[in-house]
């Protein structure tokens, strides 16, 4: 009898031990998610606001000559020469606000982590759409030459492109809203602020977009390094030149779906040259194509008079 009522005992013992613990567990993980909740909130809402910065004097110098919209302008204490005064002059002139502050302050805000003394907060990038970017080649009356990417991931790439296409005249560039690099701060330092010129537009659906451009008269040529040899195509009229990711290349069914493939000769012992050299080779081409037939046609309404 006293066996089983010892027993009993130890039972009880055991459960309210049991019952002490679990409630320790609770509390603990309730602590630990009320401590941990806010970090992820406060991450959240710094890669809202970070995503809205351009870095960089050259960067925020165009954003500013681009009409941009642009809420706050940080400068740091002390660099008040050079393209600054330019960045300050210009802003004021807009009405935008401008706070001096110390280098690790911008150190802090910085992602690119090459600030050069001057942080714009802004409104967020602009995505156009597909129709944008025919009007604007019509506005221009000039034939649509646009740059499609195809899973391009990599900032670097993207932000090399932009800037080469702003030079070679390019209409508008378009992307994938899937898999591919879009535009952040970093895309804006990469392309030394040609993101403020060249338009973008996130599509849905890769080749779907390519048979709207083809309804709209618009050839599509695939960059390829199986392809024909650039320089020996016609690359005049309306244009659209897809260039695919590093390592991947061109997806079968848009490499089936272009007009033609053109592809860039090499000459050593690499095969192939990166995704950003390849589309800038072949949209100067095109480019150096077209000037000449316009020059050509120049010289012919001249001859008439």
């Not at 302008?73 to 004021?92: D, K, N, P, T, Y």
């Not at 659906?205 to 451009?213: C, E, P, S, V």
Request: aromatic letters at 6%; charged letters at 30%.
């Amino acid at each position: 009898m006293v066996f089983g009522k010892e027993k009993r005992k130890s039972k009880d013992k055991r459960d309210k031990k049991g019952k002490v613990q679990a409630k320790k567990s609770k509390a603990a993980f309730k602590a630990m998610e009320k401590k941990t909740r806010p970090r992820y909130e406060e991450a959240d809402e710094r890669d809202d606001y970070y995503i809205n910065l351009i870095e960089g004097r050259n960067p925020v110098l165009e954003a500013l000559k681009s009409g941009r919209e642009i809420d706050k302008l940080f400068i740091q204490s002390g660099q008040l020469e050079g393209s600054i005064r330019q960045i300050i002059a210009l802003a004021r002139e807009k009405n935008i606000l401008i706070k001096e502050v110390d280098k690790a302050k911008l150190d802090k805000m910085s992602q690119t982590k090459s600030h050069q003394g001057v942080i714009a907060s802004a409104a967020l990038y602009k995505y156009y759409e597909v129709d944008d970017i025919l009007e604007i080649a019509k506005q221009k009356e000039e034939d649509p030459f646009i740059v499609i990417l195809d899973e391009i991931t990599d900032p670097q790439n993207l932000g090399s492109i932009l800037r080469s296409c702003d030079a070679a005249g390019v209409h508008g560039v378009i992307i994938p809203k899937r898999r591919a690099a879009s535009l952040t701060p970093i895309i804006g330092k990469i392309s030394a602020g040609a993101v403020e010129y060249v338009p973008v537009a996130k599509v849905t659906n890769i080749n779907q977009t390519i048979n709207y451009l083809k309804e709209k008269g618009v050839w599509v040529a695939g960059a390829d390094a199986e392809g024909e040899k650039y320089y020996e195509k016609d690359m005049t009229g309306p244009l659209a030149l897809v260039v695919g990711s590093e390592g991947k290349g061109l997806g079968r069914l848009i490499k089936e779906n272009c007009d033609f493939i053109v592809g860039i000769p090499m000459s050593g012992q690499i095969s192939s040259l990166n995704a950003a050299v390849s589309c800038a080779v072949i949209i100067f081409e095109a480019k150096k194509q077209r000037l000449q037939q316009k020059t050509a046609g120049s010289l012919q309404e001249g001859s008439i008079h």
